[in-house]
């Protein structure tokens, strides 16, 4: 009976430690304003299939990320250039990184498929976001908007 006892909990841990979230969260990269955002619903359209980024001489006033075939809703100021980058057929981002000070400045997108892209100034404290878990992948974004984008957050998962 013991033996059973015993088995059972180590079944229990083992398959206990196999639905552990592999999720994981960096940020809040940027300054203090503007109005709270989050893309978190858009997970559910499906993986980071494009991205689209206004940018000025000063800093990131918009953003835009389309999940599998949809597009969230757009993020920030009207003003500036805008960059549309779509990524490859299975290609994922696996490092974002770049510049902040009231306002988030650059940001440099790595992929899974060795593409560096960069939208943006360079200028400002520097930041580095990769995911803390292996074959884990930008998820979605959240963070806080105005005239430009205020500061970004970056969660990670499978």
């Given at each position: 009976?013991?033996?059973?006892?015993?088995l059972?909990?180590l079944?229990?841990?083992a398959?206990?430690n196999?639905?552990?979230?592999?999720?994981?969260?960096?940020?809040e990269y940027g300054g203090?304003?503007g109005?709270r955002?989050?893309?978190?619903?858009?997970q559910?359209?499906g993986?980071?299939?494009?991205i689209r980024?206004?940018?000025?001489?000063?800093?990131i006033?918009g953003i835009q990320?389309?999940y599998g075939?949809?597009w969230?809703?757009?993020?920030g100021?009207k003003?500036?250039?805008?960059?549309e980058?779509?990524l490859?057929?299975?290609?994922s981002?696996i490092?974002?990184?770049?510049?902040?000070r009231?306002?988030?400045k650059?940001?440099?997108?790595?992929?899974?498929k060795g593409?560096?892209l960069?939208?943006g100034?360079d200028s400002?404290i520097?930041?580095?976001a990769v995911?803390?878990?292996?074959?884990?992948?930008?998820?979605f974004?959240?963070?806080r908007?105005?005239?430009?984008i205020?500061?970004i957050?970056?969660?990670?998962d499978?």
């Amino acid at each position: 009976m013991l033996a059973i006892i015993l088995l059972a909990l180590l079944c229990a841990s083992a398959s206990g430690n196999a639905i552990q979230s592999r999720s994981s969260y960096s940020g809040e990269y940027g300054g203090n304003g503007g109005k709270r955002f989050s893309h978190s619903g858009n997970q559910l359209d499906g993986p980071i299939a494009a991205i689209r980024v206004r940018s000025n001489s000063l800093y990131i006033t918009g953003i835009q990320v389309r999940y599998g075939t949809v597009w969230s809703e757009y993020v920030g100021g009207k003003l500036g250039d805008l960059e549309e980058i779509f990524l490859h057929p299975g290609e994922s981002v696996i490092q974002v990184s770049g510049k902040y000070r009231f306002f988030v400045k650059q940001l440099i997108i790595v992929t899974d498929k060795g593409r560096k892209l960069t939208f943006g100034e360079d200028s400002g404290i520097s930041f580095n976001a990769v995911p803390l878990h292996p074959n884990t992948v930008l998820r979605f974004i959240s963070g806080r908007s105005s005239t430009g984008i205020n500061a970004i957050s970056l969660h990670w998962d499978v």
